[in-house]
């Protein structure tokens, strides 16, 4: 089938088999799947532009269908999705800029492609290790398995600061929590997500369970619905700038709204630390695909 606007002939259902995979992803793990969907974008011949606007049209609407089956679930705690998209917004505006500077220096792609990999293999070792200590801790200890967390000192330390305005989240099973930690907690994913030109989704959902005590589920179905905003914003964006195939995005879409339904009533079938130790693998295999790409142009440079 040919795609016009991005100039290339891609089978559809190849496209559509990309969305149903990273549909699947982001229903369960509540990510947006870009460090997946943009490389096999990207060897179907896609340029590499019309990968980037195109997979964030793709993503936004993923996540919509995946955030609205999460909310019929009681997952969503859409104030706490609002109040951390403030710090978000101003987040990823900075991120930017430093990549900017980066790039005014020379070798960005290098810097920010191994930042990349450090973080990424510092999230997945981090959330691997804690979620095999709380599976341990279920079986030792006997406690409730559904929310356990292997390493809760964190949350402790956070909760207890009393910088007011003090609020409640009472989806989140938080009953008061500084304003102020989570707009720095939505900070912090923006300036990553910006400076690493990705949706944050593998960022966001380990904030909200190992900063502010989220529980698991809660803190998927928020990450998607946060992921509409940000991803939805940077569609609009990429649009304007003619970086999007609106029929590459669409034919995706068919598959992502499948994949994304049944990964999002999947998630209640599995309790949380199950969650987070299979989640940890997604991190890997992003950095692997990094690592790869970099290798490859670093080849390619010398060549």
Known sequence: MEFPIAGVVINPIYLAGIGFLVGILGGFFGVGGGFIAGPMMFLSGVPMNFVIGTDLAHMTG??????????????????????????????????????????????????????????????????AIESIRAIRMI????????????????????????LKPMISLP????????????????????????????????????????VLGVPTHVAIGTDLFEIIFSAGFGTVTHAIKGNVDIMIALVMQTGAAIGAQIGAVATPYFAGPRIRLLFSGLPFIGAILVIWRLIDTATGSIH
């Open 139 to 162: 079986h030792t200890q006997k406690i409730e398995a559904a929310e356990a967390v292997g390493f809760t000192g964190l949350t402790k330390r956070v909760q207890l600061i009393r």
């Open 171 to 210: 989806v989140s099973g938080i009953a008061s929590i500084s304003l102020w930690v989570i707009i720095i907690s939505g900070l912090i994913s923006g300036i990553l997500a910006g400076f690493l030109g990705v949706g944050g989704g593998f960022i966001r959902m380990p904030l909200m369970v190992y």
């Open 62 to 127: 993923k996540s919509i269908v995946a955030a609205r089956r999460h909310r019929i679930l009681g997952h969503v705690d859409i104030k706490l999705g609002m109040l951390m998209l403030i710090g978000t917004v101003i987040g990823v505006e900075i991120g930017a800029q430093v990549v900017e500077i980066i790039e005014k220096m020379g070798k960005a792609n290098q810097i920010i492609g191994w930042a990349y990999v450090v973080i990424l293999v510092a999230i997945g070792s981090f959330t």
